[in-house]
């Protein structure tokens, strides 16, 4: 039977719980939101000790389903202070699937000044003062971890940025090859820091496994989803062959790639750090064009990205953070750039966010546009050391501008808006303006149907669609967030008939269920729903769904655009 | 007639326009209210070229009656966000009703990055280029304008602080003797720096100066209300002898004065920073223990403080900067304090704020409770300077706070709790939760009823009639607010029962009006709700009347007490 794990840090108790009813049927981002919209009160300081922090492997995680291996974490964001869901790769998610554990609840907060770690096992968790890792970059907790528990050990960590309960701070998680995959956004890794818990580690030994309902039902399925994944010319190619910064030349022509802190749409250095020009230069150093960021993903957008002298530099190297670093900061150094993702896994900081607060940090006279050198001390020497500078930068685009009077910020409810611009991509505008998750390109992508041609075609320039648009992918996006899928199974899923019933046929084998497709969707809609409400509670309004003024009022080259919804419009969002 | 002067610093150009038949019988905060309602778009950048910052002087200020020379600023806060209207003492409102300028208008931004100052005379209204001053304290500033404009200019001038844009700056004006008062509270320095403006000066020289319709009438109304003034203990006695550092006793007795960063309700040290020490050491260095920050004033609250050598150190020296730097922080050196408060006058940022922020610093662990030299040096090195720490204390409790991750951070609406726990007198916790300004004493100052035994008697530590207590005394305040009289006109108005009509009175006899009591709250009344309505197009709700979670949870020695107010029951203050 799976069970929930709950850790109190006040009193040090753990306790194996079961499932109640109405947790049954979730998983991932349905059962994480869930749970703090249970028991976390809205109001509460998110580092304070009421705020909880929550694991949930997805409803088809530890399965042999393509693409499944996704981890939600979750808790009210100190980045935010809205409810917050970031899910991310990595073999953390498998392991506690196969051990029967279908959520980890860390409450309260030690009394004692002391660091911890949580280990879970077969047996349930343990947790235990830490003293020899505190102050450690993430490379070295999880090199030590190996050491002390054994190559295949489980690994979830933040780095120094999370100690410091920084609020751009992430979760790493331990990725197939020792790397680091991240629950990036929303300053989690803030919230563990928080409960003074440097790490958690895994061992799946001798847990129950996974149990399938139906093998034979599954496996058909499974065939099926896969040969969809395989058969879109996103999922099947465009990103194994250039991973998702295949988008940066994309979004370059479309003119929806933000470039000097948001002033400009199109970037003059796109060629130099676009993905075709990685695919050469990692193929050239002998790296991996290809590679995957957990057991089962056959799409591998990820990579191994080595230096001119073929030395291993980072992995996990996406768009979002090449657009921000590169584009948006005016850098056309892909090497430069891959060094910085490299500091970012290690001391543990957001790479989304991060990017977007250089942008800013630039336009406040910090550094300079482009001076990729000074980038590279202050994320090593300043965040990464904790100095009154590094907290500032820390603390993301918002922290940046607030300190320095900045007025073109481009975040929404404080969180860093990425790699598209809404004012020439306005379906992705209506869901930076309307996620309960504070601006986030994958709660609702719609450039997919604005930009890529997939699930039809919407004039990302034009008013038209964008609301319906932008509401129907957040509602699905949801529900998938909860399967435990990769974002990306979405392209075949919009496209190829047989992806999205060969999905939910999947999840009704593995727990001998009959969902329809109008579950699917009502289960998206009322994750989106609980989440709002917990928002509201936590005061948001309608007014919290706005973009910042200047896109209302800086027009955008090429196409000269602005954002040019009404708050009316905007708000038609949550009619369903 | 008097006249509105607008400038616009987008387009450089000035206005001298005639009132608004619906701004004709408003004033001081009234005025500033309505304008910034009417004309500034809630959901605007506070920095940003759609933020207003609005001067004007109180109906009566000007007159001859006793205390009625405040001078109200109005503006979107950029710390809090919300309507902001704070008022200052000094010599600049009188002189602007005496040139029959019933509100200074700045509007817009300058699109050349050059700094500019404002001169106001009978014939308006002129922008200057400035150099010589930039980067320039607010005394220097003063004193090089009495060099260029003779001795007698009025003075409002932003320091460093404002400069940079830091989200605690003030704006200060110069007092009779050529000292400084401030516009503490919001960050409204903030706005005038984003404007690009340096410094008003001020020359009423040739000014149409004020008409009273009933000479006699005025004249009767103004010797009753002075005399009232003078009688009550208060402002005729207590405050006069002591300064309103005559508080420090009366809380620290009534477990009030928050201590340690809010973590106790009694100082140890509260004699050695106490309203009778100071009177003591300021008679026998030779200061002034009696002083008014403008013409007419009768209270004379304000003191010249002198060093140990009789040089002069500081004046306008308050009770909310003693106990804030002095039991908050654990600081029981008056010397140190006093040279902290010119500082503080002379970088050009909020006493209050500041003071609150160094509570959470030390908890924060930049400095240590008690280490007066490390404060100074922060003061003058850090914040003064700009650095990246100065700018991180700069931004007030609320920023030292997000940056260091601390949860016992004393703000609402990111405004830093003065002086008065709200766990043992809870009637100033409804004032601090409710206030349409973020957390503010002055806005219902229940410490009179709660306290004082001023307007009768409402036990401090019990929930029963502190609602309604606040609610009654925030629609006074607004209304008072509006007459460019001191808020320490209270005390007598509300004990001594021909003090309140004598105000009316005076009104009366200055327009040829005819109006009641009714008529002066629902005037009070209107202004909260303007105000109100402002901050909900600006996003907030009731869940931002609410104080920090740690006091609903963490109990205050000596009571013992924890504030326990459901949020319906705070709720109930908006009905009216």
Known sequence: MDKILRVNMSDQTTRLEAVPAEWAGLGGRGLTST????????SCHALGAHNKLVFAPGLLTGTAAANSGRLSAGAKSPLTGTIKESNAGGTAAQMLARLGIKALIIEGMPAKDAWYSLHVNKDGVTIQEETELIGKGNFAVIEALEARLGKKTGVLTIGPVGELKMTAANISVKDPDSKIRSHGRGGLGAVMGSKKIKFISIDDA??????????????????????????????????PTYGTNVLVNVL???????????????????????????????????????????????????????????????????????WGLGADCCIDNLDDIARADSIMDDIGIDSIETAVMFGVAMEAGILSFGDSKEMLRLLGEEIGKGTPLGR????????????????????????????????????IGITYATSTMGADHTAGYTIATNI?????????????????????????????DSTGMCIFVAFPALDIPECLPALIDMINARFGINLTGDDVTNLGKHILKVEHQFNIEAGFTKEHDRLPEFFNTEKVAPHNAVWDFSGEEIDEFWNF
């Open 252 to 322: 370059n022509e479309a003119g929806g790639l933000p470039t000097r802190n948001f002033t400009y749409g199109s970037f003059e250095g796109a060629d130099k750090i676009s993905g075709e020009t990685m695919h050469d230069v990692i193929s050239a150093r002998g790296g991996k064009t290809r590679h995957g960021c957990h057991a089962g993903c056959i799409i591998q957008c990820s990579q191994v990205y080595n230096d001119k002298d073929g030395k291993y530099l980072t992995s996990g190297f996406e768009y979002e953070t090449i």
């Open 452 to 480: 890529l041609n997939v699930g039809g075609y919407v004039d990302p320039l034009k008013k038209e669609g964008q609301v319906e648009l932008s509401r129907n992918l957040q509602i699905a996006t949801a529900a998938v």
């Open 392 to 427: 500032i930068l820390g603390g993301g685009a918002g922290s940046v501008g607030k300190a320095y009077g900045v007025t073109r910020v481009p975040v929404v409810k404080n969180q860093g808006i990425p790699a598209y611009d809404p004012r020439s991509v306005k379906g």
């Open 206 to 239: 001798g847990g129950p496994g996974i149990k399938i309902a139906d093998p034979e039902k599954f496996k058909l399925a499974a065939r099926t989803f896969a040969k969809a994944l395989l058969a879109h010319p996103v999922s099947g190619e465009g990103l």
């Open 35 to 42: 749970i703090v919209a249970a028991e976390v009160p809205a």
